[in-house]
């Protein structure tokens, strides 16, 4: 009944249930006052427009007629009452955003301190390539874009790697190449010079033939070092 579901909405809020007949008379008040006799603000309530009215102060009043206006139902609430439960409100939303944030917050963070966490690894491989290791490999455990960073940087020191061996081996080749063809011209001037050593010690002793043996091998030696052809029997 409109009754019951005033009465019921009465009991959600803070103020005034009355239920009164069509001259005012009081059939029943929350508040058990003056049962029987008119309500002083029937007239009033009665004929009010809107849903705000000034009584000893403001209220808001929301009234129901039942039985073609022979009984009015009406719930009458003081402003300040309306506005204690705004501010409840209020209060509540407020505390709820609090919540929020703070839980945000701890999230931000926490998201923050892996991400920290993650790129502090970054960094510590980083700083090995810095030294000449590009052999460290990170750790890929994600698909996310640090997880490609650090794909992005082993492949890097992959060709890195690479580069220096092959530019290493070819260094090495050339080196050979070089210690090969200075040991070609050391090697006779070396025997060229001890051969002519052997022949002034030959001459000395006064042994002209083996002198002049070992002057016809030196001059072989020499005409090697100065010839770049060589003769093959």
């Known amino acids: 009944s409109a009754f019951k579901r005033s009465y019921n909405e009465y009991e959600k809020l803070k103020g005034e249930f009355i239920l009164t007949n069509s001259k005012g008379n009081l059939l029943f008040s929350s508040e058990g006052k003056m049962l029987g006799e008119k309500y002083p603000y029937f007239n009033d309530i009665y004929n009010i427009k809107g849903d705000e009215i000034k009584l000893d102060e403001y209220y808001y009043v929301n009234t129901i ?7 009015m139902v009406a719930n009458i609430i ?27 917050i701890v999230v931000i963070a926490l998201i923050f301190k892996v991400f920290s966490k993650r790129m502090s690894v970054l960094m510590k491989y980083m700083r090995r390539v810095q030294k000449g290791d590009f052999n460290s490999v990170i750790p890929i455990k994600s698909h996310d874009e640090i997880g490609m960073l650090g794909q992005v940087y082993n492949e890097m020191c992959e060709k890195l790697q ?7 081996n070819a260094e090495l080749e050339r080196k050979g190449a070089e210690l090969s063809a200075l040991q070609s011209q050391i090697n006779p001037h070396f025997l060229y010079n001890t051969l002519e050593t052997l022949r002034m010690k030959a001459l000395q002793d006064k042994n002209t033939e083996l002198s002049r043996m070992l002057a016809l091998l030196g001059n072989l030696f020499r005409w090697n070092v100065n010839t770049k052809e060589k003769i093959v029997t």
Not at 162 to 168: G, L, S, T
């Open 65 to 71: 007629t039942i039985n073609n206006a022979e009984l």
């Open 78 to 104: 003081p402003e300040a009452v309306m506005w204690q439960q705004v501010n409840d409100i209020v209060l509540k939303v407020i505390v709820i955003m609090i919540v929020c944030l703070f839980f945000t």
């Open 162 to 168: 690479d580069h220096i061996n092959k530019v290493f």
